[in-house]
């Protein structure tokens, strides 16, 4: 029998009125299928804040990491229309700040970070995905910090504010981010790791191929997800698609994720598919794949990337004869050995499997959303605040989604929507622990 507690009472209840303006915080927006059909409707959250000031960074510039984490909170802090919405939700991160719990907002949860270690010689960059924000990596974060290993993250151009500011992004400006934060780890520590979530893999990757730079600190490199090649066959088209007049948008919600954007610029698709693009080219024009290890965790069954196109990637880097930390490499995935068989048998693969935890028979498989959040995660934990519905987004399944007891999670494949209607697409990892083993392993056959 399912279990029932998933969460709790006030947050499962619906008012048949919404939340007042001065009660309403990033947890109770949740709670209220009311007030979310006002908000997608009026587009509030998607729309970003039209203020006096412009934050801009020079990322060519030789700017300090510090000086950027400063222009990140003020560009948040003026163009995010939920930056100043209280948001209780404390983690490792935020403990940092001394802040009390009831005073964080959601400006304190979203914004890029760096947490040090008071081993400065070691050091991880994190870089989150499309629609991200650097929320994504406070569990890990944790974890590595834990490590003695400094954490810094970094926010995508676009990203952190609203949907809106994704209309007219290019990809190369997620390029020049990263190898500027790329570049600033370079110079401030002796041993780097890098580490990227779907989209920010693929950035991570890119920069690796196409950098100039002495890559000999670079000791591994960690993928969620990675952004290889899109799971839908159309995503090409989302380029086209976007230059429809007023038809800016694949889909609009009513954003009440706080760390993530649920409306769906069209241009954001088009700018990672042409990333997606330009990664593969490069990699199979380039003969000399850096001879870094690879440490990728992804699953079988992901409706966003096609992951037959991320374990054909891992192979080509696997394989290239430039590279002698080859043994090195490892793939953690959430799927059948027999969806394996092109992959190379000296690749290290560890196939974990959700039988022992008591929210396992609430999940079909592991979704692409899923990978680098902790079942105890406040917001997108078991017993999390939010809940991911937006395919059934409109609908009655969706309004279901939201408020059963009884709820399924897994990924929002066309088969697990017909059989789940009212499936919640997972945003936690099941196996969280043994993927912090995994990569306890990793950073000490690396270092």
């Not at 891992?314 to 930390?325: P, Q, S």
Request: glycine content about 4%; overall charge neutral; hydrophobic content about 35%.
């Amino acid at each position: 029998m399912r279990l029932l507690t998933f969460y709790v009472a006030t947050v499962l209840s619906l008012s048949t009125q919404a939340v007042s303006a001065t009660s309403l915080n990033c947890i109770n927006i949740n709670s209220d299928l009311n007030q979310i059909t006002a908000l997608a409707e009026s587009g509030k959250y998607r729309k970003t804040n039209k203020q006096n000031k412009t934050f801009t960074f020079d990322y060519n510039s030789n700017s300090s990491f510090s000086e950027y984490l400063t222009f990140a909170r003020n560009k948040i802090k003026n163009d995010s229309p939920k930056a100043t919405l209280n948001c209780p939700i404390e983690t490792a991160v935020t403990k940092t700040s001394n802040k009390p719990k009831s005073q964080l907002t959601v400006l304190d949860l979203v914004s890029p970070f760096e947490l040090k270690a008071t081993n400065n010689k070691t050091a991880i960059l994190l870089i989150h995905g499309l629609t991200d924000s650097p929320y994504l990596f406070h569990d890990l974060a944790a974890f590595y910090h834990a490590q003695n290993i400094t954490v810094r993250t970094l926010l995508l151009p676009g990203h952190g504010t609203a949907p809106e500011a994704l209309i007219d992004i290019k990809y190369q400006q997620w390029q020049q981010a990263t190898k500027y934060a790329v570049t600033k780890m370079l110079e401030d520590f002796e041993q780097v790791y890098l580490g990227g979530f779907s989209t920010g893999g693929a950035l991570i990757l890119d920069n690796l191929l196409t950098s100039s730079q002495n890559q000999d600190s670079i000791k591994g490199v960690m993928l969620w997800a990675p952004a290889s090649e899109a799971k839908s066959k159309y995503a090409w088209a989302a380029g086209i698609a976007d230059w429809i007049p007023f038809f800016d948008y694949a889909h609009k919600g009513a954003d009440i994720d706080f760390a993530k954007y649920e409306s769906f610029p069209l241009n954001a698709g088009a700018q990672v598919h042409a990333l997606m693009k330009q990664l593969n080219r490069t990699l199979s024009n380039t003969k000399n794949v850096p001879d870094i290890p690879l440490l990728t965790i992804t699953s079988e069954i992901d409706n966003t990337i096609n992951t037959q196109a991320t374990l054909d990637l891992l192979t080509v880097w696997h394989n290239n004869t430039n590279r002698k930390t080859s043994t090195k490499d490892k793939l953690m995935y959430f799927g059948d050995v027999s969806t394996l068989a092109s992959l190379p048998k000296t690749i290290n693969t560890i196939l974990p499997s959700c039988d022992n935890n008591l929210y396992c028979e609430n999940i079909i498989n592991v979704a692409h959303t899923s990978v680098t959040n902790a079942p105890e995660n406040k917001h997108y934990g078991w017993n999390g605040s939010y809940r991911n519905c937006e395919t059934a987004f409109g609908s009655k399944p969706y309004d279901t989604c939201k408020t059963t007891s009884n709820t399924t999670l897994g990924e929002t494949t066309a088969t697990n929507m017909e059989a789940y209607p009212s499936l919640q697409r997972l945003t936690f990892n099941p196996n969280f622990t043994q993927m912090t083993e995994v990569i306890t392993e990793f950073l000490h056959t690396t270092q």
